[in-house]
């Protein structure tokens, strides 16, 4: 099923869902607009917006979506992910 060509509503509801799967804790919004896709993710108060264009959807094959998904969601939690500062002796 990987290599399947998907379209461009079933590419978004894929990286919808898996945007809300891995990013539980997280808000995710989608809007469309002409041939823009933009996904809104808002985890701990931090706002990050995914924007993908109707031709990319229609190039990429599942496999293709989940890596890409992948990567959004190590950024998003990297980003908000708590950090040690370390005090000067």
Do not use: W
Not at 12 to 31: F, G, N, P, T
Request: one cysteine or more; hydrophobic letters at 45%; aromatic letters at 6%.
């Amino acid at each position: 099923m990987d290599a399947i060509a998907l379209g461009v509503e079933e590419a978004a509801c894929l990286i919808l869902e898996h945007l809300e799967r891995k990013l539980s804790d997280a808000e995710v919004d989608y809007e469309s607009f002409d041939d823009l896709h933009n996904f809104i993710i808002k985890q701990d108060g931090t706002r990050f917006r995914v924007q993908f264009t109707e031709q990319t959807l229609l190039r990429k094959n599942a496999h293709e979506i989940e890596k890409a998904v992948h990567e959004v969601v190590e950024r998003v939690l990297s980003a908000t992910s708590p950090r040690v500062l370390k005090r000067a002796a």
